[in-house]
């Protein structure tokens, strides 16, 4: 059994050892400041960035290296397969007052893969090696990386690639345990964090399936690593960090209310408007309502209800009968048919960003 306690990537203290998982299309920095105001994040890290974009003037690309000072420690993320520009946008990322750059070699939507970014990098270990050692030379910030497994159970390389990654001078190496090919599919293979970590001198963390307190720590205490990363749980659940860090420290763990979980919406969606374009906010609460509201009574009806709202009014009053709603006792049937109900399926967070690439 390890103990849980912080590490350090080179002088930077990530405490608590949690760590905001990079998702494409989520962690923009209205969703990184809620959670970070919730409590118990011990590193924040940017949607993944294109480099393409990025070092090409897309001001949608720029946008997204924004951030709070109260969010440090904070990573920059970047993905792509020319190490030109990503030695250029590494330096970029150092300009605008990131504390870390990360490298993404795990995605695996196919518009990335296909331009040798991702997770298709797993197949090109020379071009990765190329990369991370352009990066290395141009930037003084510290340098980790995100992969996966491999490219397929028939190419399983990730001790491979931690070991030419540490090599290369990367500073803290995170695993999502899962093939390209399997995408979010299946179960993550933590056993391979584990080896990882036995193999490498420098700090490993381990990324998938974890939605729970329990999940948490047993991967914490079982496999032996350094930080566990959590990102579709977060939309689930906001407090999860705040909530694994009461429980490392022997605390009772906080149980948001029908309320906090009201007021949480309303607190995003604010800064979604101060952030974006009202219809852009429109579409991100969507997505927040879609995963949060999951296991509430009524959940599916107020999550088809959110989806056919048009305007901010109508997405704030859906809010306020919900939970007027259920806080009374009340079954909330919605203004749909049960045929209308719209599930939403769990994110594919990269895939969602690709498919505007």
Known sequence: MSEIKPFK??????????????????????????????????????????????????????????????????????????????????????????????????????????????SGLLRDLPRLETILKEIKKAITIPLTIKIRAGY???????????????????????????????????????????EIKKTVSVPVSGSGDITTIQQ???????????????????????????????????????????????????????MLREDMPEMSAIGRMKQLAGQFTRGLQGGALFRTAIYHSHSVEEILDRISEYFETISAGRHYFGEGKPSEVIEVPMLDSCEVASASL
């Open 9 to 118: 990537i080179r002088d930077i203290e990530i405490n608590p050892p949690l760590v905001l998982s990079p998702m494409a299309g989520v962690t923009d920095i209205s969703f990184r400041r809620l959670l970070k105001q919730r409590g118990g994040v011990g590193l924040t890290v940017s949607e993944f960035i294109s480099v393409e974009g990025l070092t090409r003037s897309n001001p949608k690309s720029k946008r997204q290296m924004r951030f709070y000072e109260n969010e440090r420690p904070f990573a920059v993320q970047i993905f792509g397969g020319q190490h030109e520009r990503m030695r250029l946008a590494a330096e970029m990322a150092e300009e605008v007052g990131a504390d870390i750059l990360d490298v993404n070699c795990g995605c695996p939507a196919p518009k990335v893969v296909k331009h040798g970014g991702g």
């Open 152 to 194: 397929s159970d028939s190419t399983i390389n990730a001790i491979e690639t931690a070991k030419l990654a540490e090599a290369c001078g990367v500073e803290h190496i995170a695993l999502h345990g899962r093939t390209k090919e399997q995408g979010y599919r299946g179960l993550a293979n933590w056993d391979l964090v584990r």
């Open 216 to 270: 948490a720590l047993e991967r914490f205490r079982e496999i032996g690593c350094d930080g566990v990363l959590i990102g579709r749980g977060a939309m689930a659940n906001p407090w999860i960090f705040r909530q694994i860090e009461e429980t490392i420290h022997g605390r009772e763990p906080f149980q948001p209310t029908l309320e906090d979980k009201r007021a949480v919406l309303l607190e995003y969606f604010e």
